[in-house]
C-alpha cells in the first residue's frame, strides 16, 4: 500500500461561494482521454504545458452552423475569422470545410493567401489597410470593408491611378439595442453616416459596391439583436435599390455568438445559459427572408463567426507545480501555465478537470500561474478536488484567441497538437526555442561580450 499524501489540517471560514439554483456543484469527473488520446500520453509526448485541438470538434462545429443556416436560408457563406485562430492547420480545416477567409491585417491577408485561399474569396476588414495592402488586394480581386472616410477617399485615388473597380462594402456600426454600442468600427446608422458613405462610393463610379457590413460585438448573448441588426442592412440594401439603383449581393452580419464558456460572475454556467447556433440563424434568416425582396434578389449572407465554431475544439493540459498555504488558510494551487498563454481567463471562468483519478475530498482554492507577477491568476475561487504536485490538469474550451493572443512573456510558447479523425496527434505549432526567440535580436558590437 502507498503512503497517502499527508495535508496538514485547517480551519476554513464556511463560505457558501457563488450558489446557482442547483446549489453548489462538487461532483467531477477525470478527463484522462481526449477524442480517445490519453492525456497523460500527448504531455509525455508533447511536454506541458501543450494545447490540444480536435479535428473532429472543429468540423461537428462547422457541419453544425452550416446547417442551422443553410436549412433557413438559400445563400449562406462562412467566412473564417483568422484572429481568432490564425495556425495554418486550424484554418485549413475550416476552408476545407468551404470557408471563405476574414482578416483584419496585411499579415492575417498574406497567411490566407499562403493557406491557398484565393483572392476573390477573402474579405479584408478593420481600419489598419497599407496601401501596399489595398493594392495586393484590389488585384486579387478580394472583397474590401472600408472602416472610415480616410480609407475611402484614399482607395477612391488608388483606383483612379490603377484604373480598376474593385469590390467593396461599408462596415455599418448601429444601435442593435446593445449597450456599450460597438460604434468605434465603420460608418454610423443611425446618424446618416452610412448612407452618407453609401452615396459617395456609388457617386464617385470607382468602386463597385456590393456588399453591407456588420460586427456588432462579441460574445453576443442575444439573438434578437442579430434581428435588429440584420433589418438595419436590408433597410440601407433597399434604398441602394430604389434611390441609387445599385443591387447589393452580400449582407455580412459578422462574428460574434458565443462559446459556451462561463463569463466572470455568471450566475449558471455558459454550457446552460448560452443562446445555440439556431437561435442566432433563426433570428437573422427571418428578418431577412421577411423584409420583403423578391426571390432572385435575396442577397448572399455571410457569417464571420469565431468564438463559437473554435473555442470547445480546444483544450489546454497543464500539470500542478506546487501547493502552498496563503496567510488566510486559503489553499493555493500552481500550475505551470498562466494569462501568458490562457489569455481568456482574464473574462471566462474555464472549467478544469483534473486528469487523473482523485478522492472526492474537495477545497475552495486559488489557482495562479507561474508567472511571477501578481495578476497571473488561471481561476480566483474554484471547488476542485485536491490536486497535488505533478498531477495533471485539463482546461475546457480555450480554443478562441488564446493561440493567437498568447504571450511572450517570461516564458515561451508551448506546443500546439492537432488530434485527426482518426485519432492520431500532429505537431502543428512547435514550441517557442531561446533560438527562435532570439532571432530577431541584434547586438551592436560595442555591448558583445563574447
Ligand atoms: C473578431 C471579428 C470576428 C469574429 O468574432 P467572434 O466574436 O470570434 O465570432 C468577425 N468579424 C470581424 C470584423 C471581427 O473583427
Same mark, same amino acid.
Given at each position: =500500500? ?11 471560514? =464556511? ?25 497523460? &500520453? ?49 484554418? +485549413? ?15 492575417? %491577408? ?14 479584408? +476588414? ?23 472616410? &480616410? ?29 456599450? =454600442? ?16 453609401? +452615396? ?25 439583436? %442579430? ?9 440601407? =440594401? ?28 455568471? %450566475? ?22 421577411? %423584409? ?71 477545497? &475552495? ?36 484567441? +488564446? ?48
Amino acid at each position: =500500500m502507498t503512503k497517502l499524501k499527508y495535508e496538514r489540517p485547517v480551519i476554513k471560514k =464556511m463560505n457558501a461561494g457563488l450558489m446557482n439554483k442547483f446549489g453548489t456543484r462538487t461532483e467531477y469527473q477525470p478527463v484522462t482521454h481526449i477524442d480517445g488520446v490519453g492525456v497523460k &500520453d500527448m504531455i509525455k509526448k508533447y511536454g506541458s504545458p501543450c494545447f490540444v485541438i480536435s479535428e473532429k470538434q472543429i468540423r461537428r462545429n462547422s457541419q453544425n452552423a452550416n446547417r442551422a443556416f443553410k436549412t433557413r436560408y438559400p445563400k449562406v457563406q462562412f467566412a473564417w475569422s483568422y484572429k481568432t485562430n490564425y495556425i495554418n492547420a486550424v484554418c +485549413n480545416v475550416f476552408h476545407q470545410e468551404g470557408s471563405w477567409a476574414e482578416v483584419v491585417s496585411g499579415f492575417e %491577408y498574406n497567411k490566407a493567401l499562403g493557406n491557398g485561399v484565393p483572392g476573390n474569396k477573402i474579405i479584408f +476588414n478593420g481600419p489598419d489597410k497599407s496601401e501596399k495592402d489595398i493594392r495586393e488586394a484590389i488585384l486579387n480581386d478580394s472583397m474590401l470593408h472600408i472602416d472610415h472616410f &480616410d480609407e475611402l477617399y484614399s482607395l477612391i485615388e488608388l483606383c483612379e491611378a490603377m484604373d480598376r473597380k474593385p469590390r467593396v462594402a461599408i462596415r455599418v456600426n448601429m444601435d442593435t439595442g446593445i449597450y456599450p =454600442m460597438w460604434d468605434r468600427f465603420g460608418f454610423n446608422y443611425e446618424n446618416g453616416s452610412a448612407w452618407n458613405a453609401i +452615396n459617395k462610393i456609388v457617386a464617385s463610379g470607382k468602386l463597385n459596391l456590393v456588399g453591407l457590413h456588420c460586427h456588432i460585438g462579441t460574445f453576443m448573448l442575444a439573438p434578437w439583436a %442579430y434581428g435588429v441588426a440584420a433589418g438595419k442592412l436590408c433597410d440601407l =440594401m433597399y434604398h441602394c435599390k430604389t434611390q441609387l439603383n445599385v443591387s447589393i449581393q452580400y449582407l455580412d452580419l459578422g462574428g460574434g455568438f458565443p462559446s459556451a464558456n462561463t463569463l466572470k460572475g455568471a %450566475y449558471l454556467p455558459g454550457s446552460d445559459t448560452v443562446p445555440s447556433i439556431e437561435e442566432f440563424a433563426e433570428a437573422i434568416t427571418t428578418t431577412i427572408l421577411n %423584409y420583403g425582396f423578391k426571390q432572385d434578389e435575396l442577397p448572399l449572407l455571410i457569417l464571420e463567426t469565431g468564438r463559437a465554431l473554435i473555442d470547445d475544439a480546444g483544450y489546454l493540459l497543464g500539470s500542478v507545480l506546487a501547493n502552498k498555504r496563503l496567510s488566510d488558510g486559503r489553499r493555493a494551487t500552481i500550475m505551470d501555465f498562466g494569462v501568458n498563454i490562457l489569455f481568456t481567463s482574464f473574462w471566462y471562468d474555464h472549467k478544469i478537470s483534473p486528469a487523473q483519478e482523485f478522492t472526492h475530498h474537495s477545497e &475552495d482554492m486559488v489557482l495562479y500561474g507561474p508567472l511571477c507577477m501578481n495578476i497571473d491568476i488561471v481561476r480566483e475561487s474554484v471547488n476542485l478536488p485536491l490536486l497535488n504536485k505533478g498531477d495533471q490538469v485539463v482546461v475546457h474550451k480555450v480554443g478562441a484567441y +488564446n493561440m493567437t493572443q498568447w504571450m511572450q512573456f517570461i516564458a515561451m510558447r508551448p506546443n500546439v497538437v492537432l488530434i485527426d479523425m482518426k485519432g492520431t496527434t500532429h505537431l502543428i505549432r512547435k514550441a517557442e526555442t531561446l533560438k527562435y526567440m532570439e532571432e530577431m535580436e541584434l547586438m551592436p558590437t560595442f555591448l558583445n561580450n563574447k
